[in-house]
């Protein structure tokens, strides 16, 4: 049975608008909650899907930016939808935390894709490194001396597809690396390596 069989239309309508504004508020909940920086498992659900097509659906998307830690394409967002942003007062009150949190959330992705070895700190990366440390979003050691961070541990999340993808090239690659030094084992100590 479909769901217009078992309530007359105005009810599907209201269900269909109860269902956006319940996704409206968990995403809003979210963005502003002062420990949450993950967005995976909000974003799969299917509720989130009732903002498409919609007016909000730029919330949506602003979900995403966050869950990939896409500081330019959130950028983007906010520019784009400028009039419609600045309609919401829990986000304009809150325009510095959610800044925060996505500097945060694209230093968790950087982290994540080991793009650098050592990040060096610069201009409000060491606060984002000592904040992301303090609420255990990952582990590691600042060396103040060397200007660098190492580290250890990475708060675990859902991922999304471009990330599992680039998870899977960097065992490609680390799974390439062991193959060629079992190789080069194998010739310089042939006697050392049974077949």
């Given at each position: 049975m479909q769901m217009g069989e078992l309530l007359p239309k105005n009810k599907v309508q209201e269900s269909c608008f109860c269902t956006k504004d319940l996704a409206f508020d968990l995403s809003?909940?979210?963005f502003l909650g002062d420990y949450i920086y993950n967005f995976g498992e909000l974003?799969?659900?299917p509720i989130i899907k009732s903002l498409l097509g919609t007016k909000v659906e730029w919330l949506y998307y602003i979900l995403q930016s966050f869950n990939s830690g896409n500081l330019v394409r959130?950028?983007?967002?906010?520019?784009?939808?400028?009039?419609?942003?600045?309609?919401?007062p829990a986000l304009v009150e809150n325009e510095k935390k959610l800044?925060?949190?996505i500097n945060i959330l694209c230093l968790m992705e950087i982290i994540f894709r080991c793009v650098l070895e050592q990040i060096v700190s610069i201009e409000n990366v060491e606060y984002l490194l000592m904040k992301s440390l303090s609420v255990s979003l990952?582990?590691?050691i600042i060396d103040q001396v060397e200007g660098t961070i190492h580290v250890s541990w990475v708060q675990l999340?859902?991922?999304?597809?471009?990330?599992?993808?680039?998870?899977?090239?960097?065992?490609?690659n680390w799974m390439g690396k062991?193959?060629?030094?079992?190789?080069s084992i194998e010739v310089e100590t042939p006697d050392l390596v049974a077949s």
């Open positions: 809003l909940s979210a974003i799969a659900h959130y950028e983007e967002l906010c520019r784009m939808h400028n009039a419609t942003l600045s309609a919401q800044l925060e949190k990952i582990e590691g999340r859902v991922l999304g597809i471009p990330q599992i993808k680039s998870l899977r090239d960097r065992f490609d062991v193959h060629k030094a079992w190789l």
